[in-house]
């Protein structure tokens, strides 16, 4: 079963740190993985997409890197600030359609 | 235009009534995609649509309607709802066709969503 995992669930930290998230997909055959960030009631803002054949991707103060023998990607934040403050959803597709979320991380940047 | 629009942002409606959720994109996008979203859980597909043609419905009721009247919009219509369908509905596009080559045909973009009560 394909499944997609982020561990922390939720994240404290006080401003200024950087940070890392992790996603993890049982099934490794990828095509694409996107990282997305939801405000509380809103919809979802795309953040990176990491193509399976790429090792990361950089935009600004995030930068995401994609292992795909390990199952493993990452969301790395730079100087955090509480603008920060949000869930971090990972999306998993496999040359569909479907993307495959993660359970996501609850992240507040404290000032 | 680089957003995916839906309206309304609010809607209530009781257990008899028909209304319906309207999302557009002018991105030139050719899937589009219905989501439902309950509180802190991450969203569900319904429906996609892929050159105005349903091509995934994922069992969802029939008291769920899509309907895609070109490739701009995506509508969902709603009749006889439960109240455990209040939800947060997501709308979301992807690019398709020529952008298979580039790895990212299926990346979404999503709009603000309709916060959906149903009394």
């Known amino acids: 079963k394909q499944e997609v995992t982020q561990i922390p669930a939720a994240l404290s930290v006080p401003e200024g740190e950087n940070l890392v998230l992790n996603c993890s997909f049982t099934?490794?055959?990828?095509?694409?993985l996107q990282w997305f960030r939801q405000d509380p009631g809103k919809g979802l803002t795309s953040l990176l997409l990491?193509?399976?054949?790429?090792r990361e991707q950089t935009s600004g103060r995030l930068n995401a890197s994609l292992d795909k023998s390990s199952g493993r990607s990452t969301l790395y934040i730079a100087a955090s600030q509480p603008g920060d403050s949000a869930t971090y959803l990972c999306?998993?597709?496999?040359?569909?359609?479907?993307?495959?979320f993660g359970t996501g991380t609850r992240l507040q940047v404290f000032p | 235009d680089t957003e995916v629009t839906q309206t309304p942002k609010h809607l209530v409606m009781g257990m008899t009534n028909k209304k319906s959720l309207k999302c557009e994109q002018h991105?030139?996008?050719?899937?589009m995609y219905w989501y439902k979203q309950k509180a802190k859980k991450p969203p569900e597909l319904m429906f996609v649509?892929?050159?105005?043609?349903?091509?995934i419905n994922e069992s969802v009721p029939s008291r769920f309607s899509p309907e895609c009247p070109n490739s701009s919009l995506l509508n969902l219509h709603l009749h006889a709802l439960q109240p455990e369908d209040s939800a947060l509905y997501l709308c979301?596009?992807?690019?398709?066709?020529?952008?298979?080559?580039?790895?990212?045909?299926?990346?979404?973009?999503f709009g603000p969503g309709t916060r959906l009560t149903v009394l």
């Open positions: 991105m030139g996008h050719r899937a």
């Open positions: 990491i193509q399976s054949s790429q």
């Open positions: 999306a998993v597709s496999y040359n569909t359609d479907k993307l495959i």
């Open positions: 099934d490794s055959a990828i095509y694409n």
């Open positions: 649509y892929s050159y105005e043609k349903l091509s």
């Open positions: 979301a596009s992807s690019p398709r066709g020529n952008w298979r080559a580039s790895g990212s045909y299926n990346e979404q973009f």
